[in-house]
């Protein structure tokens, strides 16, 4: 019972308006993913972000970036049109100013992915992941940020580069 009470104490005080304890966001937007022995793709990017923020201008936080996109894979042969790339990435985002607006940077390392999530008989291919990007919260909450992502997905078979390039709408609970 205890701890129930002090979660529940947790989470009230976790949402109030101050950039510093614990943070829930996502975000939806438009780029484009370039692979090895692919054109680019355009593409619908997702972001899914939880973590923590030890002071207003720091946080430390699990990043999930994701392109929904149509390609080709073995050479031409197989057409999927749900294709997913991203990065799962442990990551670190800095604001210039302790409150809204203010510019910021983010940067992260982690698990690259290109899968066709839909299909059984589709082999997922995992490697190395790294993720960057610059934006504004224009108001508390919400931002806008332009970022890259880099996966090597290094699975024998699938050991193709993977770019995307993104622009995002995100919305950050703290």
């Known amino acids: ?11 009230v005080l976790a949402f109030d308006d101050n950039r510093e304890g614990f943070m829930l966001g996502g975000g939806a937007g438009l ?3 370039s692979s090895e022995g692919q054109d680019a793709s355009f593409a619908f990017m997702t972001d899914f972000v939880i973590g923590y923020a030890p002071t207003p201008q720091l946080a430390i936080h699990y990043s999930n970036k994701v392109a929904w996109y149509s390609t080709e894979w073995t050479a031409g042969s197989i057409w999927y049109p749900e294709t997913i790339a991203g990065v799962s990435a442990a990551a670190v985002t800095y604001w210039f100013q302790p409150a809204a607006p203010s510019l910021f940077i983010t940067g992260g390392i982690g698990i690259g992915i290109q899968a066709v999530p839909f299909e059984s008989d589709a082999d997922s291919c995992t490697g190395l992941g790294l993720v960057g990007g610059a934006g504004r919260e224009f108001s508390r909450h919400w931002s806008i940020a332009a970022e890259v992502f880099y996966a ?7 050991s193709w580069d993977v ?3 993104r622009l995002m709408v995100n919305g950050l609970a703290y």
């Open 1 to 11: 019972m205890a701890l129930g009470v002090l979660l529940a104490a947790a989470s």
């Open 31 to 33: 780029g484009a993913v």
């Open 152 to 158: 090597n997905p290094g699975k024998s078979g699938c």
């Open 163 to 165: 770019w995307a390039i």
